[in-house]
C-alpha cells in the first residue's frame, strides 16, 4: 500500500521558519509531481507549491520568496522550507504525489495533514 507520511508540523511566532516533509512508502515505480497544499479555517484547499522530477518548480503568489520547495528522489521525499512565516500561513498542511503505482497507472496520493500555527 502507498502511503505519504508526514510528521508533525508545529508552532511557531510570526517571522519564524519551519521545514516540513513528506515521505512516500510502500512500493511503487515512481514518483511525477510532487506538492504542498493547505487548508485554513473555513477556507478552500489551495495550492502552496510544487515540484516536477525534474526539479522545476511553481509557487503561490502568497508564498514567493518566503518559501522553497525541494525533494528528494532517491528518498522519495518531498521538503517545504517556509520561512518569514505569518499568521495567514496558519493551516493545515497536506502533501500531494502522483505516484506511478506497479499497474503503472498514475494516481494522486495524499498525506495525513499536519498542522502549522504561526502566532505571537
Known amino acids: 500500500q502507498v502511503q505519504l507520511v508526514e510528521p508533525g508540523g508545529g508552532f511557531v511566532q510570526p517571522v519564524g521558519s519551519l521545514r516540513l516533509s513528506c515521505a512516500a512508502s510502500?512500493?511503487?515505480?515512481?514518483?511525477?509531481?510532487m506538492a504542498w497544499y493547505r487548508q485554513a479555517p473555513g477556507k478552500e484547499r489551495e495550492l502552496v507549491a510544487d515540484i516536477t522530477r525534474s526539479r522545476s518548480t511553481n509557487y503561490a503568489d502568497s508564498v514567493k520568496g518566503r518559501f522553497t520547495i525541494s525533494r528528494d528522489n532517491a528518498k522519495n521525499t518531498v521538503y517545504l522550507q517556509m520561512n518569514s512565516l505569518e499568521p495567514e500561513d496558519t493551516a493545515v498542511y497536506y502533501c500531494?504525489?502522483?505516484?506511478?503505482?506497479?499497474?503503472?497507472?498514475?494516481?494522486?496520493?495524499w498525506g495525513q495533514g499536519t498542522q502549522v500555527t504561526v502566532s505571537s
Open positions: 500531494n504525489a502522483n505516484i506511478v503505482h506497479l499497474d503503472l497507472h498514475a494516481y494522486n496520493n
Open positions: 510502500g512500493t511503487f515505480f515512481s514518483i511525477n509531481v
